[in-house]
């Protein structure tokens, strides 16, 4: 029974709050045009890792404004918000408006949720709703979205990698099946028995993924030096090491 009843009172909150809002939107027409930006404190986080998401409204001053946040339910969860907030699966509904009548509205940042991330991926965050200046004047607003990285994301090749294997179960095969960059310009192109290989980029690159994947699934890869590249000549070592042992070794200058 008191569950029921802190339910009831809730409600008639909530209710009184959407009230007051309809009277701001009857007393004027639209008036100033401002943004609406959803920012996080983080924008790549780790599963389990909490994340701030801040509303902030720029070149206007509200006094009052209800609106939907929009997340993805299925990668975070709601760990803190606000008084007069109310989820319903993916959305949240959220109302505010100013108790002395306008004097004391607002810019910059209005409110700010607190989510836990549950599952890794990319995860989205929209916005939309009504905000109404110290005037009671419908503010037409603009609203700008944002997104936090849960997890490592994956690369394109890293994604190619999981497609593709090799198929020579020969113990004693070392060669490589497939050899590519995230760069562009390797010269010659890849064939498995041409073991160096040029490349020419700019000096402001200090890394090269690169994609190596054997003829045997079975054996071992290892690059070394396409990270921290310095200005002049570099060696980029793939080496392939085959079920017996085998080894084989492609380079790049």
Avoid at 187 to 203: K, M, R
């Amino acid at each position: 029974m008191k569950r029921k009843q802190k339910i009831i009172k809730y409600l008639v909150s909530f209710v009184s709050v959407i009230l007051v809002l309809f009277f701001f939107s009857n007393s004027s027409n639209t008036a100033t045009i401002g943004t609406v930006d959803l920012s996080s404190n983080q924008s790549i986080i780790e599963k389990g890792e909490e994340v701030d998401l801040t509303i902030s409204m720029s070149n206007a001053k509200v006094a009052a404004f209800q609106f939907s946040l929009y997340f993805d339910e299925t990668k975070l969860d709601l760990i803190s918000s606000p008084q007069n907030t109310n989820v319903i699966g993916n959305r949240i509904l959220y109302v505010w408006y100013d108790e002395n009548g306008g004097s004391g509205a607002k810019t910059g940042n209005l409110e700010t949720f607190k989510f836990k991330a549950k599952e890794e991926g990319l995860a989205n965050f929209q916005i939309e709703g009504e905000f109404y200046s110290e005037k009671g004047q419908l503010i037409q607003t603009n609203f700008k979205g944002t997104q936090v990285q849960i997890g490592k994301e994956e690369t394109k090749l890293e994604k190619e990698a999981k497609e593709e294997q090799g198929q020579n179960k020969v113990a004693s095969n070392a060669n490589l099946q497939v050899l590519r960059l995230d760069k562009e310009g390797m010269v010659p192109n890849f064939e498995s028995g041409i073991y160096q290989y040029y490349l020419t980029v700019p000096t402001t690159i200090e890394k090269i993924e690169v994609l190596a994947i054997a003829e045997n699934p079975n054996a071992t890869v290892q690059i070394t030096g396409n990270e921290n590249l310095k200005e002049g000549f570099n060696i980029i070592k793939v080496q392939v090491l085959s079920e017996d042992k085998t080894r084989q070794q492609y380079l790049y200058d």
